[in-house]
């Protein structure tokens, strides 16, 4: 009989703990489950965190701090920053802090800098067909340019720049260059002759002005007011937005409205940064940089007449191309575009001819 009890007891005992181990297991089973709830939720918040944990871009340009092309920058910046409440720092870097447009370029495919804005000259070195947009006496007015460059053969282009590991995202202004020299007035063609003149690394300008009768040296901007400082170069060729702005008047003598080539800039990003952010954030930068690309070009039209009438201020001699001696100057440099035409493609050449005769209707 007492066997009988002990064996109850002990039964008995071994169902009550086996119950507890049981809840135990439960309530460590529902612990375990629980935390294992809070783990993910708290890995998933980490990982929406660590997808939205700040971005910061860094944005440089070669222009001051003067020049629209940087209050564009600025725009570009408070946009950002303000649609993404923050996720997105823009840090903005003038003058060439972080280098030329093409040691700039080169840092957006190496993804130690995220943004720059360089002229489209520069850009031939990394995609040729970008040099027909430095055909001389290509856009007949900024409006045609828009037109061209925000249109389809514009996106065609852009959209090329993606086999370089860069995202082309919109096209800023930089305008029609004008010829500044040391040396005497520039009215004709002939007055070209014997011209050391700095123009930007891109080898249809190079023999543009060598058809000219000019003797070109291709240079980053970052090394040009000293050149022309020391007279290593004669003169150059920019908007008068940057001529007067960068104070080229204190090293250049004379201007002419020789309006050859309408330099566009393109606001340009690292495609490994831009393939990193969200699609919302894309969509952000994306329409930011066209937004604030459109204040530019409205900054840089706007102030072009108080440009010229500065630079006569500062001593400059102003002097007027005639429509004859610019004819004179397109006749001279066309076997020059024929030779690009060849090199670029005919068929890319002559959609951006006929996108402009379809903008200037
Ligand atoms: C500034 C340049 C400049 C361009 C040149 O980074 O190099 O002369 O016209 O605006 O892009």
Redesign the pocket.
């Known amino acids: 009989m007492k066997k009988i009890l002990m064996f109850a007891v002990v039964a008995l005992m071994i169902i009550i703990l086996g119950a507890c181990s049981g809840e135990g297991d439960e309530t460590s089973s529902d612990n375990s489950s629980d935390n294992n709830a809070e783990a993910t939720e708290g890995a998933e918040e980490g990982a929406e965190e660590a997808s939205e944990e700040t971005k910061t871009i860094r944005a440089g ?3 001051n701090e003067d020049h629209p ?1 940087y209050k564009g920058l600025l725009k570009f910046k408070e946009i950002v920053e303000e649609k993404t409440d923050g996720a997105i720092l823009v840090e903005t870097y003038a003058s ?1 802090q972080l280098g ?2 093409r040691t700039m370029t080169e840092a957006l495919q190496l993804g130690s800098q995220e943004v720059t804005i ?2 489209t ?2 850009l031939a070195n990394f995609v040729p067909e970008y040099s027909i947009f430095d055909f001389p006496f290509l856009f007949p007015d900024e409006e045609t340019a828009d037109a061209v460059l925000d249109g389809e053969v514009g996106q065609k282009l852009l959209d090329m720049l993606e086999d370089q590991n860069l995202v082309g995202l919109a096209y800023w202004e ?1 305008g029609f ?1 004008d010829l500044t020299n040391s040396q005497h007035e520039v009215a004709t063609a002939a007055d070209f002759e014997g011209l050391k003149i700095r123009t ?1 690394e891109n080898d249809l300008h190079l023999d543009a002005f060598r058809a000219l009768g000019a003797n070109p040296t291709p240079m ?2 970052t090394e ?1 007011f000293t050149a022309m400082q020391q007279g290593t170069v004669d003169g ?4 008068v937005a ?1 001529i007067y702005l960068e104070k080229f008047y204190e090293v250049q003598d004379y201007v002419s409205n020789t309006h050859h080539v309408y ?1 566009p ?1 393109v606001f340009l990003m690292g495609k490994e940064f831009y393939d990193s952010l969200t699609d919302e954030q894309q969509t952000i930068v994306r329409e930011a940089a066209v937004e604030a690309g459109k204040y530019e070009r409205k900054l840089n039209r706007e102030a072009n007449e108080k440009y010229v009438e500065e630079l006569q201020n500062e001593g400059m001699t102003y002097t007027e191309i005639t429509p004859e001696a610019r004819q004179e100057m397109v006749d001279i440099i066309q076997p020059v575009l024929d030779d690009y035409t060849e090199k670029i493609g005919e068929d890319l050449v002559q959609e951006v001819y006929d996108a402009i005769d379809e903008a200037s209707k």
């Not at 150059?236 to 908007?239: F, K, L, S």
Request: proline fraction near 12%.
């Open positions: 340009i070669g222009l092309q060439g030329d447009d360089p002229s000259a520069p930089n260059r930007m980053a901007f040009l150059q060729e920019n908007p940057t330099s800039f």
